[in-house]
């Protein structure tokens, strides 16, 4: 019988063990999904039916992923809607759990779609892609943001809870570092293969330890060059955090063992820590990768932390979020 037999057969097969853990008996799917770090037992069988039967007699198992390819099974003891950054696409793989609503969270054949933009158009929700760009030939996994401003966007940096050091090499920027799922940064060398063809826009989305927030767009972005020059402009005025990017417009991306910014005398990244497009040291413009600061006062004014300067000056912000997308879309 094909997978996709077994798969009915198990959204309608009835449990007639004592199951303690289930509500329903029914199981409901996700195509090309799984959900990542949450597995509690590994093992390899013949189909998915098998897969359900034993998560369905386990009380640990909440939810199960299922490999149509090497006929891998995963028990997770939690689901989806517990840790919804977890949820990620697989290709040819099967997510399970009992929420009738999961199969509404399949993901597409990624080769389809070239961007978030895409996705969004074809009514995808946010979550964890692959994308094709132009240039990317083997993919390029993304988060994408469907729900600002429109949705649509690549998020390629956030910071949330200081769990991911942001004071890395040149080789780490790169090629990108951190969860999808959490805090991270995409890669430059992602960023200049994506914005080197096509029109880009810019959004970036601040927190304070306040819970005040506030947004900063620009119409044109890119990065260019071996040296991932920045290209920014076009600000919008409705903006609430202030432009903060024109003061490091057209200036190169510096780590603290590759310095490209504007003092002789100093390297502004091994001063401040994180990597970025510094122009001078003490930052008038903007470092949202700087060193994380778990606290509000006294250390919230500090050089060193989270800046957007003309929102909060040197005040360390809680969160961050760096997004892009396509202005124009290709087929």
Not at 12 to 28: I, N
Not at 62 to 78: K, P, T, V
Request: hydrophobic share 30%; glycine share 8%; proline share 2%.
């Amino acid at each position: 019988m094909s997978l996709a037999g077994l798969l009915l057969i198990l959204l309608v097969k009835r449990c007639h063990c004592q199951c303690r853990h289930w509500l329903t008996p029914e199981f409901h799917f996700a195509s090309n999904r799984i959900l990542h770090g949450h597995v509690f037992q590994t093992k390899t069988i013949s189909s998915a039916v098998i897969c359900g039967r034993d998560c369905s007699m386990d009380p640990q198992c909440a939810s199960f992923n299922y490999d149509a390819g090497s006929h891998l099974c995963e028990l997770n003891n939690q689901t989806r809607l517990q840790s919804p950054y977890a949820f990620v696409e697989k290709q040819e793989s099967f997510y399970f759990d009992s929420n009738y609503e999961t199969s509404f969270f399949s993901a597409p054949d990624a080769e389809k779609y070239t961007s978030c933009q895409m996705l969004r158009n074809a009514g995808y929700d946010s979550a964890i892609y692959t994308i094709y760009p132009y240039g990317i030939a083997e993919g390029l996994q993304v988060y994408c943001d469907m729900e600002t401003d429109g949705g649509g966007w690549i998020v390629f940096q956030r910071r949330q809870d200081g769990s991911v050091n942001f004071t890395r090499n040149w080789t780490d920027y790169q090629s990108g570092f951190g969860n999808l799922s959490g805090e991270f940064w995409l890669g430059n060398e992602a960023l200049r293969l994506l914005t080197e063809t096509g029109q880009w826009q810019l959004r970036v989305d601040l927190e304070d330890w306040k819970g005040n927030t506030a947004w900063a767009e620009y119409g044109e972005f890119g990065v260019s060059g071996d040296k991932y020059t920045l290209r920014v402009g076009s600000f919008n005025p409705t903006s609430t955090a202030g432009d903060a990017l024109a003061h490091h417009n057209a200036r190169h991306f510096s780590t603290w063992d590759q310095d490209n910014d504007s003092v002789g005398s100093s390297n502004c990244a091994n001063k401040y820590g994180g990597g970025w497009w510094f122009r001078k040291c003490f930052v008038y413009g903007c470092h949202l990768n700087g060193i994380y600061m778990h606290c509000q006062t006294p250390c919230s004014q500090s050089a060193n932390g989270l800046q957007w300067f003309p929102w909060k000056l040197n005040y360390s912000l809680k969160q961050s979020k760096i997004k892009l997308r396509e202005t124009t879309i290709t087929a």
